[in-house]
């Protein structure tokens, strides 16, 4: 009896399974489909980009006519000193 019972599990776990999966995919595939984006350009005039004052970013035939001149450079400082932990545990 104990084989019999245990085939039977096995193909209805299997049949239930198969079941779930093909109910989801129907679900899925009969859902509502979400609405395509509408790309809006934004309107950029000239009056605005000027008052902000931003500088254009300069090229690569700037830099390279600039030559003698220094380009500023901001580098991080870095401390030398360490900071020593208060408890040590003094092994594993």
Known sequence: MQKYSKT???????????????????????????APLAVVKPQISQASSSSQGLQPI???????????RQVQQSSPSFSTTTIQPKLRTRGS
Request: aromatic share 18%; net charge positive; charged share 10%.
């Open 8 to 34: 039977f599990m096995h193909l209805w776990i299997s049949i239930v399974s198969l079941g779930a999966f093909v109910f989801s995919w129907v679900f899925l595939v009969h859902s509502p489909k979400p």
């Open 58 to 68: 300069p090229s690569l035939n700037d830099f390279l006519k600039a030559g003698s």
